[in-house]
């Protein structure tokens, strides 16, 4: 099932993700099942919405990710059960962040019928999540539709060891409000994290097995004395450090993206499609542990995962 969907890679990007059993009973969109795929529309002769969908039931895939408000795709999954996240484009946020009349209408013409997780990428966040918000609560659909944003891993500093992290000091300015407001509304912190990139920026002293989640000795942590044997997990655990030392203690944390990249620069030897495979098939059978990481190893982790990136 999974190598079917990966044949779709850059029409449909795999995603994985964990249940957990831990979902706060609110958050009634919350994921469903192991995992799900990243739905991209960015390329010649992708299947029709309608497709999509046959194929994601048949794969019995109910998490969907979209990059568009292309009301086609929208109307395709409506009433399929699967469920979708969607981001926002930067184009909107301004606008909504400024203005809630816009972000009500917005919210009714594009997202009421839908059940979504709707993440915004940087910009006018604080504004935008809250005009948002607003909307969704006065439509009474707060419960239903869950609002984040997604964050790559650096807006972190000092990640490692993993313990140590803590979000670099000129993000904190922004940071810290919307992590306030994220916390009062339930909402989880999505991380994209991309052990490919931590890799690369120091393939010296980290071993490439480590990042792929190949047999290897891993990392001990010397202030937690917690033993790592891959990178993703040690990514995760300093973002929860970092999230810990910012006073949100008990957040959630999702990832919305990982990948290994599967072409890339010459001196990037690692970006094979055979690493990409690797990395995908090992993330798989890590998520299939239900297991979480070492310094929350009961919270399970909820992943989605880009197969291939470039
Ligand atoms: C933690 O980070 C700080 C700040 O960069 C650094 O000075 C310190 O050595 C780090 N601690 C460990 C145990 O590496």
């Given amino acids: 099932m999974i190598y079917k969907a990966m044949r779709f890679c850059g029409l449909v990007s795999l995603l994985f993700m964990l249940f957990t059993s831990q979902i706060a009973p609110l958050t009634v969109n919350a994921f469903t099942g192991t995992y799900g795929i990243n739905y991209g529309r960015i390329a010649d002769n992708i299947p029709s919405p309608e497709k999509v969908v046959q194929l994601l039931r048949g794969a019995k895939i109910r998490n969907v990710r979209i990059f568009d408000f292309d009301h086609s795709v929208l109307q395709a999954f409506s009433g399929t059960g699967l469920e979708l996240v969607v981001g926002l484009p930067n184009g909107y946020l301004k606008d909504m962040s400024e203005n809630a009349d816009h972000a009500a209408s917005w919210v009714k013409d594009n997202i009421q019928q839908f059940y979504l997780r709707l993440v915004l990428p940087l910009g006018y966040l604080l504004g935008a999540a809250k005009n948002i918000h607003k909307a969704t609560k006065s439509l009474h659909l707060d419960h239903k539709i869950q609002i984040t944003t997604s964050h790559h891993f650096g807006v972190f500093d000092n990640s490692y060891p993993p313990s140590n992290c803590t979000f670099r000091d000129e993000m904190m300015q922004y940071m810290k409000p919307l992590l306030e407001f994220f916390s009062q509304i339930g909402s989880p ?3 994209n994290a991309y052990p490919f ?36 997990d040690a990514q995760i655990d300093a973002a929860y450090a970092a999230l810990r030392a910012a006073g949100f203690k008990k957040m959630e944390l999702i990832i919305t993206e990982t990948g290994w990249a599967s072409h890339g620069d010459p001196n990037e030897d690692v970006a094979t499609i055979e690493n990409a495979r690797t990395y995908n098939y090992n993330l798989r059978k890590r998520l299939a542990l239900r297991k979480g990481t070492p310094m929350r190893p009961k919270i399970m982790l909820k992943s989605l ?6």
Avoid: R, W
């Avoid at 120091?202 to 790592?228: C, R, W």
């Avoid at 995962?305 to 470039?310: A, D, K, W």
């Fill in 305 to 310: 995962c880009v197969c291939n990136v470039q």
């Fill in 189 to 191: 912190f999505c991380l």
């Fill in 197 to 232: 990139l931590t890799y690369m920026s120091d393939p010296k002293h980290i071993d490439v097995k480590y990042a792929l989640f190949e047999k290897n000795a891993g990392i001990v942590d010397s202030q937690t004395k917690l033993h790592y044997d891959n990178l993703l």
